[in-house]
């Protein structure tokens, strides 16, 4: 059996918790001596059995949509000899759907996000958002088997796509290395801390994530606001996706600055021993996403003893134990698919009662974050996703 694992992500070139995701799995297949073939997005990389594919120069100048259907195309057509092509966000999906036609082998999709469900896109894509709707619902419905990565993702992609077949759906959970991520508070990663400016000795909330509107950042810096002086906001955030919410940010920065200290920001990507070095020494992490399908994020802060406080939204849930590894903070949302809080001033609210709760009982918050690393442990190690993994590659292949 040889898997052909397309993708845009992949090291070195990550950004979000879809490649994360690409990465860790592959790794885990190969260790189970399945052949597993990567074809992605990007400049060329050493890995054995991973093919690169750049941009046609061709369609330097089109939206950005088409230069990926580029891309699919020629992905597409090097599939020849695989068992089972992999799909993994819309930007692949279409080299996906288009193998399995040509070479007529199976395709299977994880569903890391769902562009009904991100409309906001379309301020970053313009006409080019309808394009990839249209790729996703294609490859969707064309699918052998979809993969979502959690329960919540499930019924969205049911939703989503109606007449999808419920029995091709099936659900295997994003995964942690809690070998690679664990707490670390060395002196050499305390003095890291140091030089960003961040006082261990403080209690701290810490976010990480890319600035985009389904990661909820705007709410959590009103939110903040109200926490007592001495706790520190640590930010690692960037790669924003419109000018416009990165003005809507920096804006809500510079007035948090104006009313307290010990605001860091830090838009750099950060190599995973720094980010582990940040999640150490903080006192609780927060994800206050209005759309997030599992939250690779969640499963990295809870393998470094770091306690959630997180939304009760999508697959967070499935991840965060109200009252055992952190703390849920309930949403009320709008059915328009944007995820926007029905009561803006009321999420914020009770985030901000959340977090409060975390900063003020450091014992407490520290026996959930013990709790945390115990559950992605027992719950979320690589090796048994990556079976679950090839029992779907199986399944399409009876």
Same mark, same amino acid.
């Given at each position: 059996?040889?898997?052909?694992?397309?993708?845009?992500?992949?090291?070195?070139?990550?950004?979000?918790?879809?490649?994360?995701?690409?990465?860790?799995?592959?790794?885990?297949?190969?260790?189970?001596?399945?052949?597993?073939?990567?074809?992605?997005?990007?400049?060329?990389?050493?890995?054995?059995?991973?093919?690169?594919?750049?941009?046609?120069?061709?369609?330097?100048?089109?939206?950005a949509t088409l230069q990926t259907l580029g891309v699919d195309l020629t992905i597409a057509a090097d599939c020849a000899g695989a068992s089972v092509v992999h799909? #993994?966000?819309?930007?692949?999906?279409?080299?996906? #759907?288009?193998?399995?036609?040509?070479?007529?082998?199976?395709?299977?999709?994880?569903? #890391?996000?769902?562009e009904p469900l991100r409309p906001w896109k379309a301020e970053q894509l313009g006409g080019g958002y309808a394009v990839s709707s249209w790729v996703e619902k294609?490859?969707?419905?064309?699918?052998?088997?979809?993969?979502?990565?959690?329960?919540?993702?499930?019924?969205?992609?049911?939703?989503?796509?109606?007449?999808?077949?419920?029995?091709?759906? #099936?659900?295997?959970?994003?995964?942690?290395?809690?070998?690679?991520?664990?707490?670390?508070?060395?002196?050499?990663?305390?003095?890291?801390?140091?030089?960003?400016?961040?006082?261990?000795?403080?209690?701290?909330?810490?976010?990480?994530?890319?600035?985009?509107?389904?990661?909820?950042?705007?709410?959590?810096?009103?939110?903040?606001?109200?926490?007592?002086?001495?706790?520190?906001?640590?930010?690692?955030?960037?790669?924003?996706?419109?000018?416009?919410?990165?003005?809507?940010?920096?804006?809500?920065?510079?007035?948090?600055?104006?009313?307290?200290?010990?605001?860091?920001?830090?838009?750099?990507?950060?190599?995973?021993?720094?980010?582990?070095?940040?999640?150490?020494?903080?006192?609780?992490?927060?994800?206050?996403?209005?759309?997030?399908?599992?939250?690779?994020?969640?499963?990295?802060?809870?393998?470094?003893?770091?306690?959630?406080?997180?939304?009760?939204?999508?697959?967070?849930?499935?991840?965060?134990?109200?009252?055992?590894?952190?703390?849920?903070?309930?949403?009320?949302?709008?059915?328009?698919?944007?995820?926007?809080?029905?009561?803006?001033?009321?999420?914020?609210?009770?985030?901000?009662?959340?977090?409060?709760?975390?900063?003020?009982?450091?014992?407490?918050?520290?026996?959930?974050?013990?709790?945390?690393?115990?559950?992605?442990?027992?719950?979320?190690?690589?090796?048994?996703?990556?079976?679950?993994?090839?029992?779907?590659?199986?399944?399409?292949?009876?």
């Amino acid at each position: 059996m040889r898997i052909d694992v397309l993708t845009k992500e992949y090291p070195p070139t990550i950004y979000g918790g879809a490649g994360v995701h690409v990465t860790e799995l592959v790794k885990a297949l190969r260790a189970l001596d399945i052949e597993t073939q990567v074809r992605a997005f990007g400049g060329p990389r050493d890995e054995t059995d991973t093919t690169s594919y750049a941009d046609l120069p061709e369609l330097a100048a089109a939206n950005a949509t088409l230069q990926t259907l580029g891309v699919d195309l020629t992905i597409a057509a090097d599939c020849a000899g695989a068992s089972v092509v992999h799909s #993994h966000t819309w930007y692949a999906n279409m080299a996906g #759907h288009l193998a399995s036609l040509l070479h007529g082998v199976p395709h299977v999709i994880t569903a #890391h996000s769902l562009e009904p469900l991100r409309p906001w896109k379309a301020e970053q894509l313009g006409g080019g958002y309808a394009v990839s709707s249209w790729v996703e619902k294609t490859a969707y419905l064309g699918a052998d088997a979809v993969i979502a990565v959690s329960e919540g993702m499930r019924k969205d992609v049911l939703a989503s796509y109606p007449t999808l077949d419920p029995a091709r759906v #099936h659900v295997v959970h994003n995964g942690i290395d809690t070998v690679q991520w664990a707490r670390d508070v060395s002196p050499s990663a305390v003095a890291f801390v140091e030089s960003v400016g961040v006082d261990p000795a403080r209690p701290s909330v810490i976010f990480v994530g890319r600035i985009t509107r389904q990661k909820g950042l705007p709410y959590l810096l009103q939110a903040v606001a109200s926490l007592p002086p001495e706790v520190q906001i640590i930010l690692c955030a960037g790669a924003p996706d419109t000018p416009e919410i990165l003005a809507e940010v920096e804006s809500l920065v510079a007035s948090l600055r104006e009313s307290r200290d010990g605001v860091v920001w830090i838009t750099e990507m950060l190599p995973r021993h720094q980010v582990v070095a940040l999640l150490s020494a903080a006192t609780v992490f927060v994800c206050p996403s209005i759309y997030e399908p599992l939250g690779i994020v969640n499963l990295e802060a809870m393998a470094c003893e770091l306690p959630v406080v997180g939304t009760a939204t999508g697959g967070i849930p499935e991840v965060v134990v109200d009252g055992q590894t952190g703390w849920l903070v309930p949403i009320e949302q709008l059915s328009d698919g944007t995820g926007t809080p029905v009561s803006p001033e009321t999420f914020v609210a009770d985030l901000s009662s959340a977090l409060a709760q975390a900063v003020s009982d450091p014992e407490e918050a520290r026996r959930r974050g013990i709790a945390g690393r115990e559950r992605a442990i027992s719950h979320f190690g690589w090796e048994a996703i990556a079976r679950r993994t090839v029992e779907v590659y199986e399944s399409v292949l009876r």
